[in-house]
């Protein structure tokens, strides 16, 4: 999946949780959605998170390889373990729920994710996949802008400037 697909994608499905759950749809909830939504692509240099890195891309790609630990259940697990135990807050929460909606979004795709590394190196998927760069994944987008918008225009932010609380 392309960095604006994941971006827009974890925003849409954030927007559905603040919707339906007592999670409010705050900027740093947002911002946590959208880098948490790239985060498990540290391990692709050619990523629009892995450009910005700094060289780290390089080294989790050397280590692990493209679609290996940083899109596994047991990342997931140390760092939303680590982080919500750690340093609650919504940016944390929204960086977590990115990053498993990343992995979710890549579970999909028809190249899949080694849910279970290290225990199994074999990538999972579900059923029914797209590929990256196709043109369902073009309209997986518009849909999921449109929910998105759907999601804040009815219950997301709940009151008017709520968006800007922290």
């Not at 849409?12 to 919707?19: H, K, S």
């Not at 948490?36 to 990523?47: A, H, M, Q, T, V």
């Not at 998170?49 to 780290?56: D, E, P, W």
């Not at 750690?86 to 795709?109: E, I, K, P, R």
Request: glycine residues 10%; charged residues 10%; positive net charge.
């Amino acid at each position: 999946m392309r960095y604006h697909t994941h971006i827009v994608s974890s925003l849409a499905i954030g927007a559905g949780v603040a919707t339906y759950t007592p999670v409010s749809f705050t900027i740093a909830y947002a911002a946590g959605l959208a880098i948490g939504g790239l985060l498990p692509d540290i391990d692709e240099p050619n990523s629009y998170i892995g450009r910005r890195s700094l060289g780290v891309a390089k080294q989790v790609k050397k280590a692990f390889g493209h679609r290996g630990f940083t899109h596994s259940l047991l990342a997931w697990g140390t760092i939303t373990a680590v982080l919500l135990l750690q340093h609650f807050s919504s940016f944390t929460l929204g960086l977590c729920l990115g990053y498993a909606f990343h992995v979710l979004a890549d579970y999909c795709s028809s190249q899949g994710v080694p849910l279970l590394w290290p225990f199994s190196k074999k990538r999972y998927r579900f059923i029914v996949t797209y590929r990256t760069s196709s043109f369902f994944e073009t309209v997986l987008f518009y849909c999921f802008l449109a929910l998105f918008i759907y999601f804040l225009t009815n219950g997301a932010i709940e009151e008017q400037g709520s968006l800007f609380l922290f």
